[in-house]
């Protein structure tokens, strides 16, 4: 059930606050519109900003000490989320990290548990109606809870655009930081995982991106003139430690991503295709993900039986689209998860890396549990280890239906 089907219905709603001017719009919006007590809820998930000044803006508002929630999820976000994505080796249309899809199911999980802890009979989130983040967040809503209601103000309200919402903040008397007094030239969203610039400059998909977009990177070409060497650890297809230093998920990520920074690595400029069914051009930066991937598929290729590797690279379209369309407390997604864990048993060991100027080469990869056998594949005396006359069959009975096609083919 949504707002608009019953605005006198509810009595208490948790919102996803970030302290950010538009929040700060709807919550004095659901107050004025629903007549409703607000819960805020915000979630550190490493987006890189204060968070604490959110309590004030949301006390300011009046709402109440009690019914204001500030969360540090970092590591449950990198060790519950990403990390299991990345045993997958997602990635969505070939290119994109997930890194804006994967952090909704954990703030609507925290949404849902807040309204239970509080008597809540409603949820709220700021996405507009054109977006991935309206499905995301309500599908996991209703797979947590399926007699929510939910309040999505950007569908609902009267507001025409960026001036109205202006307007109404200065009724309200909600602090309109300066450069929101105009039109921001583009929108950013960010956690640990990455950075996403859209809309405004990044409209024409023909137009390079000003340099003032990316957010977590330096530029590839201003990157230094030298290598940086890094070892990454694993164990059951996570990542462990860095340079032989075992640190917590979001730690961890936290350094990679420090190295990516400082190496321009992690830039994707791309036009993606949105689950409501439009287009649009977006700028993303993932530096600690894109050097995870890297290492991952190097360790994997080391410890994973062919078979497996071929049928994970199968089903990770399938379950990058999932995670995109926001399907994360799925049956389907749970099922892939298991499969793919299962693959993980034995994917450990450590991977040599260079960082170099917006590039990640995989140098180097040892295992306990590697499959690769030297005296298999050398070119040198294998001392009987594999019999090369043997392949002749193997290719005979491999081509028998190519030959009767052929013969066939030619009467």
Same mark, same amino acid.
């Given at each position: 059930?949504?707002?608009?089907?019953?605005?006198?219905?509810?009595?208490?709603?948790?919102?996803?606050?970030?302290?950010?001017?538009?929040?700060?719009?709807?919550?004095?919006?659901? $107050?004025?519109?629903?007549?409703?007590?607000?819960?805020?809820? %915000?979630?550190?998930?490493?987006?890189?900003?204060?968070?604490?000044?959110?309590?004030?803006?949301?006390?300011?508002?009046?709402?109440?000490?009690?019914?204001?929630?500030?969360?540090?999820?970092?590591? =449950?976000?990198?060790?519950?989320?990403?990390?299991?994505?990345?045993?997958? &080796?997602?990635?969505?249309?070939?290119?994109?990290?997930?890194?804006?899809?994967?952090?909704?199911?954990?703030?609507?999980?925290?949404?849902?548990?807040?309204?239970?802890? %509080? +008597?809540?009979? !409603?949820?709220?989130?700021?996405?507009? +109606?054109?977006?991935?983040? $309206?499905?995301?967040?309500?599908?996991?809503?209703?797979?947590?809870?399926?007699? /929510?209601?939910?309040?999505?103000?950007?569908?609902?309200?009267?507001?025409?655009?960026?001036?109205?919402?202006?307007?109404?903040?200065?009724?309200?008397?909600?602090?309109? #930081?300066?450069?929101?007094?105009?039109?921001?030239?583009?929108?950013?969203?960010?956690?640990?995982?990455?950075?996403?610039?859209?809309?405004?400059?990044?409209?024409?998909?023909?137009?390079?991106?000003?340099?003032?977009?990316?957010?977590?990177?330096?530029?590839?070409?201003?990157?230094?003139?030298?290598?940086?060497?890094?070892?990454?650890?694993?164990?059951?297809?996570?990542?462990?430690?860095? &340079?032989? $230093?075992?640190?917590?998920?979001?730690?961890? *990520?936290?350094?990679?991503?420090?190295?990516?920074?400082?190496?321009?690595?992690?830039?994707?400029?791309?036009?993606? &295709?949105?689950?409501?069914?439009?287009?649009?051009?977006?700028?993303?930066?993932?530096?600690?993900?894109? /050097?995870?991937?890297?290492?991952?598929?190097?360790?994997?290729?080391?410890? *994973? @039986?062919?078979?497996?590797?071929?049928?994970? @690279?199968?089903?990770?379209?399938?379950?990058?689209?999932?995670?995109?369309?926001?399907?994360?407390?799925?049956?389907?997604?749970?099922?892939?998860? #298991?499969?793919?864990?299962?693959?993980?048993?034995?994917?450990?060991?450590?991977?040599?890396?260079?960082?170099?100027?917006?590039?990640?080469?995989?140098?180097?990869?040892?295992?306990?549990?590697?499959?690769?056998?030297?005296?298999?594949?050398?070119? =040198?005396?294998?001392?009987?280890?594999?019999?090369?006359?043997?392949? $002749? +069959?193997?290719?005979?009975?491999?081509?028998?239906? *190519?030959?009767?096609? !052929?013969?066939?083919?030619?009467?």
């Amino acid at each position: 059930m949504s707002g608009t089907d019953g605005k006198t219905n509810i009595r208490k709603v948790v919102l996803a606050y970030s302290g950010g001017l538009d929040t700060s719009i709807i919550l004095k919006w659901l $107050q004025e519109t629903y007549n409703a007590e607000v819960v805020t809820f %915000t979630a550190d998930l490493g987006q890189g900003e204060e968070i604490e000044p959110a309590r004030k803006k949301a006390e300011m508002l009046g709402i109440k000490p009690e019914n204001i929630f500030i969360e540090d999820v970092r590591e =449950e976000f990198v060790r519950d989320y990403v990390f299991p994505m990345f045993r997958a &080796n997602a990635l969505y249309e070939g290119i994109y990290l997930l890194g804006t899809s994967i952090a909704r199911p954990l703030i609507s999980k925290r949404q849902i548990e807040i309204a239970r802890q %509080t +008597g809540a009979d !409603a949820v709220c989130h700021g996405a507009t +109606g054109k977006g991935n983040d $309206q499905v995301r967040f309500e599908l996991s809503y209703y797979a947590l809870e399926p007699s /929510i209601k939910i309040i999505a103000p950007w569908r609902e309200w009267a507001f025409k655009g960026r001036e109205d919402l202006l307007d109404f903040a200065r009724r309200n008397q909600i602090p309109v #930081a300066k450069d929101k007094e105009g039109e921001s030239p583009f929108s950013i969203d960010a956690n640990l995982l990455h950075s996403s610039s859209e809309g405004k400059v990044l409209e024409d998909p023909a137009q390079k991106p000003p340099e003032m977009v990316y957010q977590r990177t330096i530029s590839p070409m201003d990157a230094p003139d030298k290598v940086t060497t890094i070892k990454i650890g694993f164990e059951k297809g996570d990542a462990v430690s860095l &340079n032989g $230093q075992k640190l917590s998920p979001a730690t961890l *990520l936290k350094a990679l991503n420090d190295l990516g920074r400082d190496n321009g690595i992690g830039r994707i400029d791309l036009v993606e &295709n949105r689950f409501v069914g439009m287009k649009s051009r977006g700028v993303y930066e993932t530096p600690g993900g894109t /050097i995870l991937l890297h290492a991952h598929r190097a360790i994997e290729s080391l410890t *994973l @039986d062919r078979g497996a590797a071929h049928l994970k @690279d199968e089903l990770m379209p399938r379950y990058a689209e999932l995670v995109y369309y926001g399907f994360w407390f799925s049956p389907e997604r749970e099922m892939l998860q #298991a499969a793919i864990d299962k693959s993980q048993e034995h994917v450990e060991g450590e991977v040599t890396l260079e960082l170099y100027k917006g590039n990640v080469i995989v140098v180097g990869r040892e295992s306990a549990k590697s499959l690769y056998t030297p005296n298999l594949v050398t070119f =040198e005396d294998d001392k009987g280890a594999y019999d090369q006359k043997d392949a $002749q +069959g193997f290719i005979k009975l491999n081509a028998l239906r *190519l030959r009767t096609l !052929a013969a066939r083919d030619r009467k």
